[in-house]
């Protein structure tokens, strides 16, 4: 016997909801696999807070010392209230579109139905071959993504969403790469107004290259694969 530590996840996913994890993920796998066109074809985007100070982890603050040098000690910190909402839209080549939430305003229905025009108007400019050709839109299960308005607005575009399973973040290319590995790079930095965390974000993901979106597009892949053989279970951290 070993004691050992609880492993902290999402959600406590119910029988149901990882059959639908498996059953999404293996179709999605499965058309990857047949068809080379289908992942170069789709959008994903999201919507997460970037913060004017956000703690580092412990890895980021830790020092070289010698053996004989006492342990730096640090206060415990607290995020910043002042906070700004990044909408980001990226396909495998790169940045499609990226917005940020005006003070006073909530992503809801309506809102998110002019985000995805304005998402379609950069599609047409930047990814013309795509614009002509037909492209997927995904996005995660928030009710302002799923809602009735969104939906109808998406058919009278025909505007395809790719599926994704309830509660599985692990599955969601912002939630697995974009926002964590642009909050990593702006972790223990101070930014003190809304402006300045804009431009810096703006400047973080510029940093990004093709070869990255390429990557991050080959793990998606991957994870559908690893969520099929976990019978829908969170797998990372095993």
């Not at 074809?41 to 970037?50: A, C, K, L, Y």
């Not at 071959?129 to 969104?150: Q, Y």
Request: overall charge positive.
């Amino acid at each position: 016997m070993r004691r050992v530590s609880a492993k902290f996840v999402p959600r406590l996913l119910t029988l149901e909801q990882k059959e639908t994890r498996v059953s999404m993920s293996a179709e999605l796998f499965d058309r990857c696999v047949t068809d080379a066109t289908f992942l170069p074809s789709i959008v994903t985007g999201d919507e997460s807070w970037v913060y004017g100070y956000d703690p580092e982890t412990k890895t980021q603050s830790s020092q070289w010392k010698t053996v004989s040098s006492p342990r730096p000690k640090k206060a415990r910190q607290s995020r910043s209230l002042v906070k700004v909402m990044l909408l980001a839209f990226f396909d495998i080549e790169g940045m499609v579109h990226i917005e940020f939430l005006p003070r006073g305003t909530t992503v809801n229905a309506v809102f998110y139905v002019e985000v995805l025009k304005r998402l379609r108007e950069a599609v047409r400019r930047k990814r013309p071959e795509k614009w002509r050709n037909g492209w997927l839109l995904h996005h995660d299960n928030a009710p302002s993504h799923t809602s009735l308005l969104v939906q109808q607005f998406m058919a009278g575009k025909n505007l395809a969403a790719v599926p994704h399973p309830p509660y599985s973040p692990d599955l969601a290319p912002c939630d697995f790469w974009l926002f964590p590995k642009l909050k990593m790079t702006l972790k223990g930095k101070r930014f003190e107004t809304n402006e300045d965390i804009k431009s810096n974000t703006m400047d973080r993901l510029k940093l990004l290259k093709k070869e990255d979106f390429q990557t991050c597009f080959r793990q998606w892949q991957e994870r559908w694969n690893k969520c099929v053989c976990a019978e829908g279970e969170y797998f990372e951290g095993d």
